[in-house]
């Protein structure tokens, strides 16, 4: 049997989480679907299945859209919805409680912040960037595990390598995400002219 000292150390295990929706949404999905066909009934019975079929549909595909967003920590980088972020350029992480979370994504909210915001989940974990390039001063994440996520980015942190590649910045315009307001070189040309 061998020491805990002759092992080799291995990689610290990436983190993954899935932000899905909760189930009652997709029983909500349901019964507004079935609605749906009831309230085409007097059409006849063709046009009730197929409108149902459609509701089904066009509700499941967007409940599955928004509830893919996905947080993972692997590789020395942070992914959290369309964002991808080297470890290197994070600073301190904190998990925040329900009553924290609401005020960080509330009146204690920057607008210049990266927000993996989904309201289902009450958790949440704040990421300081350390960046000076980026003008995004923290990452707010929810999470189911905020206490996890946390362990993971100080885990991959101390094993990231120092090269990272290029940074991916976050983007805009999905639903529950904001990026940052604008990017730096374009808020120093419009102070300089």
Request: proline share 10%; glycine share 10%; net charge neutral.
């Amino acid at each position: 049997m061998e020491s805990d000292a002759n092992r080799p150390s291995r990689p610290p295990r990436p983190y993954e989480e899935r932000l899905t929706v909760p189930r009652t949404w997709w029983l909500i999905a349901l019964m507004g679907a079935a609605l749906t066909g009831v309230t085409l009934v007097p059409l006849g019975p063709v046009p009730a299945l197929i409108g149902t079929t459609a509701a089904l549909v066009g509700c499941g595909m967007a409940l599955s859209a928004y509830g893919s967003a996905r947080i993972r920590v692997a590789g020395g980088t942070l992914l959290a919805g369309r964002a991808r972020v080297p470890l290197s350029a994070l600073g301190a992480a904190r998990p925040l409680d329900e009553a924290e979370a609401v005020a960080w994504r509330t009146h204690r909210a920057d607008a210049r912040a990266f927000m993996l915001l989904r309201a289902y989940v009450p958790e949440a974990v704040r990421v300081e960037v350390v960046d000076p390039d980026d003008p995004t001063p923290y990452l707010y994440l929810s999470t189911r595990n905020p206490r996890r996520l946390v362990a993971a980015l100080e885990a991959g942190r101390g094993s990231a390598p120092e090269a990272e590649g290029p940074r991916v910045e976050p983007m805009t315009g999905q639903a529950g995400t904001t990026g940052p307001a604008e990017p730096a070189e374009r808020s120093e040309q419009r102070d300089a002219g």
